[in-house]
């Protein structure tokens, strides 16, 4: 066999392997979410499993001890968020009548003057309205509740997979150096080099964007919440650690940030100069984002286009469900680097030259 056609059923192998792939992730997307959830936070925690097991700590115990540590960071975050949320939403509630009172003296008459738009609402049969729903929100969801059955499942599957996860995410975190020389053993020794090269730089980049993007998820919330109270925001909490966790999406993090501080602000100050502080923290915000903490902590080196982001978010959110969301950013990330070495191949190939 001539050497042209060796590379090309070399390069044949590969797509095949790929499209086979591909069909078994199509095929079993509802039952891969745990293991795949499992295995990106089996990835960040085996360097410090691998420590312990360095200073003579069991892999068994080192594993154990990792996963006690997740589980108490988890249960402080919702004991310390909860309360709060709870709080914020009560001073809401307290405040919704003022803001339609606010939005019937000032809002509407604006409106009215400026644009031409005739609005005449009954503020007191809103507010009647409001309270009457919000006491009797308990009943009309018990009542509801029972009728959704498609819902039902969708919470009971969901419920499954988040307690199949702690499960899988132990054995893989145990058995991660394991798995790893198992898998190094099965792969042909024709394609070793090149799968080799491959995977260390699927690790780099992977390794850089998982451990930078949280890092940037901490920084810039902590970065939103202070300015936010600074600016003597009341709902500085909520709105700056939801624009802090969405800044993994390009952009979202910031106007959606932006829209609920910005409506927060007029209804707390009743005028627009009290408005401009926060207008100001965002701006600085997204400055600090994509010029020093951003480049800093992830690098240039992922290159994921936001609309690939996008796209990844929903195609993977269609696919896995919430879990997919979460794991639509790492795996494009993973794919990127794959699809590079795809296009390097097919450049040098006979079937482009």
């Known amino acids: 066999m001539s050497k042209k056609y060796s590379v090309d059923l070399y390069y044949l192998w590969w797509l095949i392997i790929g499209c086979v792939g591909i069909t078994l992730i199509y095929l079993l997307s509802p039952i891969l979410t745990p293991f795949l959830?499992?295995?990106?936070i089996a990835y960040i925690c085996n360097p410090l499993v691998t420590h312990m097991a360095v200073r003579k700590i069991p892999r068994t115990m080192?594993?154990?001890?990792?996963?006690?540590?997740?589980?108490?960071?988890?249960?402080?975050?919702?004991?310390?968020?909860v309360p709060l949320?709870?709080?914020?939403?009560?001073?809401?509630?307290?405040?919704?009548?003022?803001?339609l009172e606010m939005l019937g003296g000032g809002v509407i008459p604006w409106l009215e003057s400026h644009l031409g738009v005739n609005?005449?609402?009954?503020?007191?049969?809103?507010?009647?309205?409001?309270t009457e729903h919000w006491q009797s929100a308990g009943g009309v969801a018990a009542k509801i509740l029972p009728s959704l059955t498609s819902g039902g499942i969708a919470v009971v599957e969901f419920l499954m997979n988040l307690l199949l996860v702690p499960v899988v995410l132990f054995y893989m975190l145990r058995d991660w150096e394991l798995l790893i020389q198992q898998i190094d053993g099965m792969i042909p020794r024709y394609w070793y080099k090149q799968v080799s090269q491959l995977t260390r730089e699927t690790d780099r980049?992977?390794?850089?964007f998982l451990r930078g993007?949280?890092?940037?998820?901490?920084?810039?919330?902590?970065?939103?919440?202070?300015?936010?109270?600074?600016?003597?925001?009341?709902?500085?909490?909520?709105?700056?650690?939801?624009?802090?966790?969405l800044v993994f999406v390009p952009y979202l993090g910031m106007i959606v940030g932006l829209m609920l501080a910005t409506f927060a602000a007029m209804m707390q100050f009743h005028e627009w100069g009290c408005v401009i502080p926060v207008?100001?923290?965002?701006?600085?915000?997204?400055?600090?984002?994509?010029?020093?903490?951003?480049?800093?902590?992830?690098?240039?080196?992922?290159?994921l286009h936001p609309v690939v982001v996008i796209f990844s978010l929903l195609a993977f959110g269609q696919l896995f469900g919430f879990f997919g969301i979460l794991l639509a950013l790492p795996v494009s990330a993973v794919l990127l680097v794959w699809l590079r070495h795809i296009r390097q191949q097919y450049l040098e190939s006979n079937l482009y030259n």
């Open 37 to 40: 959830l499992a295995a990106v």
């Open 62 to 81: 080192g594993t154990i001890l990792v996963m006690l540590l997740l589980l108490s960071l988890s249960a402080a975050l919702v004991l310390i968020m």
């Open 85 to 99: 949320f709870e709080k914020e939403a009560s001073r809401l509630v307290i405040k919704i009548p003022a803001y």
């Open 119 to 130: 609005l005449n609402p009954d503020i007191d049969m809103l507010k009647h309205a409001m």
């Open 205 to 208: 980049i992977l390794a850089q």
């Open 213 to 245: 993007q949280l890092s940037v998820i901490l920084l810039m919330s902590i970065c939103y919440i202070t300015g936010l109270w600074l600016a003597g925001l009341e709902f500085a909490l909520p709105i700056g650690l939801l624009a802090g966790i």
């Open 279 to 303: 207008w100001v923290v965002f701006a600085i915000g997204q400055l600090l984002e994509g010029m020093v903490i951003t480049p800093w902590l992830v690098g240039d080196r992922v290159g």
